[in-house]
Each structure stands twice: as C-alpha cells, then as structure tokens.
C-alpha cells in the first residue's frame, strides 16, 4: 500500500500542540535499558514453560492434532 | 488499489463567523466544530503568549525534540542481548503447516481469532469469510466496497467487525444457521473520511476501537454507534492499532504512515508517548520499551530487502513472528536478536500474521489468497 500522504500545516494551532505534546512527553519518567532489558528477559524466562510454539505440547494435549473424525459445530 | 486519497472539502456557514467559506473540520475539547481557516488562525492566536509566533513555536518544538533524544540517548546503557546473554539459545524452530484454507478469491488482507481458539475470520478484496479451524462451517460475506482491509472478532464469538474502503466499520452478529443471511443483520458502527485500516473490540462486545486512512484512531459504542473519544496526534494515515493485553488496562498503540508509532489513553484521548523511526529505518522489526520510553532492539538483516507487514508475539514473548513483502514469515529470538527461522509458505506478499489466543499455533494470510494454519 503506499504510503498516505502527511498532512502538513502552518497554523499556529498546529505549532501549539506540537509544543504542547512535546512538554508533556519531556516530563516522562525513564529507565535505563539495562533494568528494561533484565525485566523483559524475567518475563520470557517466567512464561516459557506457557509458551507451546516455544517448548512444543505433548500430542494428547494438542487441540489441533488431527483427530479421526471432524466434529460438526 | 488505492493510491490516491481524496479530501472532500466541505463550504458552508462557518460555527464562529458564520461566513460561507470552505471549512476546516477541527476538534475543540474533543468536540467537532467547523471553523473556516481564518478563525482557525485567530482563535490559535488568542492563546499566544506575548512574542510568540509560529518560528517560535516551531523552534521550541525542535528544542525539544532535541532534549527528549538526549535524554533517551542517556538511557542507552546496554543492548538487549547482551543482557540475554546468559538465556539458553532456543533449539531449532519447526513448525509444519498444518492446513492452508483456499475459500478466498483474492488477497487476503486481515485475519482475526476467535478467543474460542478454533474459529478464525479473515477478509480478502471482496469477501469476508469466518472459518473454522477444524471444519469447513463458513459463512461468506459480500461487502459493499472492493478492498476490505480490517477485521475482528467479539471476545464473545458472537459477532464479528470489519470494514476498509466504505470509511465504515460494520459489526455482523454470527449464526450457525448457514442459511442465514448476514448481510441483513449488518450494522454500521464507526464512520471515518477515509478506509479504515484496523479494528479491534476492546474487552467487550460493547466497544469497538477503529483507525484510519483519515489519520484518526477513534472509540466506539457499537450498540448506539456514539463517537465515545477520537484521538488525534498522527499526521499521516494511521494503518494498525493493538490494545495493551491487561483486563484492567486502558492503552492502545497505533501504527501511522508518518513513521510514528503511538501510546494513547484510552479514557482520555491522549497521546502519552510516541516513537518515531527514521528514513534509513526500512525493512527492519524494532523493539520499542515503553518504560525506557525508546528502541531498546532491531531485527533485521542484509539479506532481507522487503518490509515487514505484520506482527506478532508469541505468549512468552520469546518469539517474534514477522511476514513480509518478500512472501516470506521470518521468526525471531526477541531476546538474543537473531533470526531463528524462513517460513516459506506463501506465493505472495504476507498480509496477517495472528498467533492463535491459546499460543499453540499461528496463522498467516497472504496475498496469494490463502491463510496457513501452523499449528505446534
């Protein structure tokens, strides 16, 4: 798809809320990657044991698995 | 395919001078008003301080912009995988596709799971088609306009949204019943000026959240059709939303053609954060931490020459399922930033990449007109 075009202005209106969001995004509290980064490696670590595409399931628990007769719903 | 896109100007009696003259559609306190372009500029103009101007305006803002990438630079202690270092590397990825569902005439452009795990809808150029995983109870049905390039399902499973060049997002309630007609039960929610590109219901049936080519994300009730907030921020069109997966949550992101992506409050409209990529930013999938409020991880490769359409998650996190314009699903390690696996399935380009609610399979639509269903 290509790309929309931007939609750009000289108004004053647009210049304020520019400013406006701008200020606000200034006063955003951060962390440093380093503590991101361990906290996102905690979070893959806790739920990779309930992650079947990561860890593959056991046939019998698969829903997916091709059963002998297909069910109407 | 659509490449123009056509603004219709409305003329007519403006809401504060009451002159005829072409109008300008603005919000003020989220409410929409017709201003001709003149009591725009003066209304803005009201709210200036003394000596302010539109320069310096604008030279504030790249002020700004300049502090906000300095501050960020600062946080750029460590790379992701670095800190990965020490996680076990993943084994080999293999995954065979299990079913490749041909009922599409054309491209498929969006898919969507039922939280049921075992129904999916998907929409093409012409049809928007709900299947069942397992069987082949389908209902099939004819949109209005050409391309229709966003769909959902309710949480219940009960009622199905989409919509694309009609402006419109419309909401079917499903029946098992394949006689039925659903075209008839058709009931059109959200109204955009331009193709709506995404639609998602919130934890509910009751609420749809939309975006669109007219450069708006917007929240709507869909047992009354109410306009419930329109966010306002992008400068371009809008082309993907997600919502944030807390029950409690009330955040959403959205994808935009003026290479930002932004966090939005739901209850209010307003845009909390904002990440911006640059020109020499194609072709890559880019790890975004809200927290450390920038990029924190990039995945790409030289030998990838084509953009990325679509994404998504597995339920770890720990994999990345990627399709892209070159026909082709790349998998990634999130952790570690390595690539660990090419699907080749399809003929055409990637469209929708969906990981299944339950996480044990995935599926993707292309252009070649199919969906393949992979399953673990």
């Not at chain 2, 009451?18 to 109008?23: D, E, Y």
């Not at chain 2, 082949?136 to 049905?141: D, I, K």
């Not at chain 2, 306009?145 to 309630?173: E, F, H, Q, R």
């Not at chain 2, 020109?279 to 931490?289: G, K, T």
């Amino acid at each position: 798809m290509e790309a929309g075009k931007v939609y750009s202005s000289n108004t004053v209106l647009q210049a304020r809320k520019a400013v406006e969001q701008l200020r606000l995004e200034a006063g955003l509290e951060r962390i440093k990657i380093s503590a991101a980064a361990a906290q996102l490696v905690q979070y893959c670590q806790e739920n990779r044991r309930g992650d079947p595409l990561l860890t593959g399931i056991a046939a019998s628990s698969n829903p997916f698995k091709d059963k002998k007769t297909c069910v109407l719903l | 395919m659509c490449d123009q896109t056509f603004v219709a100007i409305t003329f007519g009696p403006c809401d504060s001078c009451s002159q005829n003259k072409p109008l300008m559609n603005i919000y003020l306190q989220n409410e929409p008003v017709n201003y001709c372009s003149l009591c725009v500029e003066l209304m803005a103009c009201q709210g200036l301080a003394k000596g302010e101007t539109v320069s310096t305006l604008r030279a504030e803002s790249e002020n700004l912009k300049a502090k906000l990438e300095e501050e960020r630079a600062k946080l750029h202690d460590v790379e992701l995988h670095q800190v990965a270092e020490k996680v076990e590397t993943l084994g080999q990825f293999v995954i065979k596709t299990r079913r490749t569902l041909k009922g599409h005439g054309n491209k498929v452009l969006c898919m969507d799971w039922c939280r049921d795990k075992r129904r999916m809808v998907s929409s093409s150029q012409v049809i928007m088609r709900s299947a069942a995983v397992c069987v082949l109870q389908e209902h099939a049905v004819t949109m209005p306009c050409t391309w229709v390039m966003a769909c959902a399902y309710a949480p219940s499973g009960c009622v199905i949204a989409c919509g694309g060049l009609d402006n419109k997002c419309s909401v079917y309630p499903l029946s098992l019943d394949k006689n039925e007609n659903l075209a008839a039960k058709k009931k059109s929610v959200a109204m955009h000026t331009n193709y709506l590109s995404a639609c998602s219901f919130t934890n509910s049936d009751m609420q749809l959240l939309t975006s669109s080519g007219d450069g708006t994300c917007a929240l709507w009730d869909v047992e009354s059709g109410q306009l419930l907030q329109s966010f306002h921020g992008h400068s371009a069109d809008v082309l993907s939303l997600d919502l944030a997966p807390s029950e409690t949550g009330n955040t959403f992101v959205s994808g935009g053609c003026d290479k930002k992506a932004n966090v939005w409050d739901m209850r209010s409209g307003q845009n909390i954060q904002s990440f911006e990529t640059h020109e020499s930013d194609i072709n890559s999938c880019r790890l975004y931490d809200l927290r450390a409020d920038r990029e924190v991880a990039i995945y790409s490769k030289e030998s990838i020459i084509f953009g990325a359409s679509s994404v998504d998650f597995s339920l770890s996190g720990r994999l990345l399922f990627a399709g892209y314009n070159d026909y082709n699903i790349n998998v990634w390690d999130v952790l570690k930033g390595t690539r660990v696996a090419i699907l080749f399935g399809h003929e055409n380009r990637v469209s929708t990449v969906r990981v299944s609610p339950d996480g044990t399979a995935f599926c993707s639509g292309s252009w070649d007109n199919t969906l393949d269903f992979n399953p673990v």
